[in-house]
């Protein structure tokens, strides 16, 4: 007798089928795709690095749809009341969950790399954005910062009690100078976008906030030049917390988050 007009033939092969069929998202599920949602909390943490933004937030992003999410870059930038890009700063790194096992040492960070979230999963942590320096930046950067340690090691003598030893105004003001070149934030309402991108620079998703900075998180955020003389937020950061700014933002709606992350305008570089 044939196998196949087997009644047992059948019954395994059915069974079969039916566990494959079984390990497969349904199809209404794969014809869904990939579908992100960005969550963040209702503050921003804003510093600097010689003028050069730097924002710190929780981000959550999660999968809601029936495919795997391939995310490769977050991207977030801030942007005035108009929709002119005051500043691009996509997120770099990331903060390891487990402080640094030394007191007198920073957080560790690892570099944002390709992020992979499986339907239902998502990925959470807390991201270190901004624009990373380029080639004529950096040297004038090494330059200064190298100037500035050199002149204030010099003056510190060995054995003595260490205090407060202030560099050379004429290399101050160097750091001054390039501060306020690259520096763009001013008193005024702003938005924050955060957008989940592609390889293929495909927008995944993106949100939108609006906050407002006062006079009083300027004051602060130049204050750190004040430190510039003793070689902190140059060579080794700054301690002081009330440096720091933290702002409270608020939720737009979708559609205008997405007009303004695709709104390519820049405005003029002004610094008082």
Known sequence: MDVIQEPAFWSVL???????????????????????????????????????????IFV????????????????????????????????????????????????????????????????????????PWNDAEEERISEIILDIRNDIGTKIKVGEKVAPVEAEEKLVQKAMD??????????????????????????LCVRGFRFTLFEAHIRALRSYTEEYKYGAGIYFPIQDPSKVVWVRIGPIPDQQAKRLYERQTAPPHTMT
């Open 14 to 56: 059915v069974a079969v089928v039916a566990i494959a069929l079984s390990q497969i998202p349904p199809i209404r599920e794969l014809v869904r795709g990939a579908d992100l949602s960005i969550v963040v909390p209702d503050q921003l943490m804003l510093w600097h690095f010689l003028g050069n933004v730097q924002a710190n």
């Open 60 to 131: 959550d992003i999660r999968n809601k749809g029936g495919r795997i999410a391939y995310v490769h870059r977050i991207d977030c930038r801030i942007k005035d009341e108009g929709g002119a890009t005051v500043c691009e700063i996509p997120a770099v790194t990331y903060y390891s969950r487990q402080p640094s096992s030394q007191a007198d040492r920073q957080t560790p960070e690892y570099p944002v790399g390709l992020i992979i979230i499986k339907p239902g999963e998502h990925w959470s942590e807390t991201i270190h954005c901004y624009k």
């Open 178 to 203: 390039f501060f306020r070149d690259k520096f763009p934030l001013r008193r005024g309402n702003y938005h924050f976008l955060i957008a989940a991108v592609s390889e293929s620079g495909r927008l």
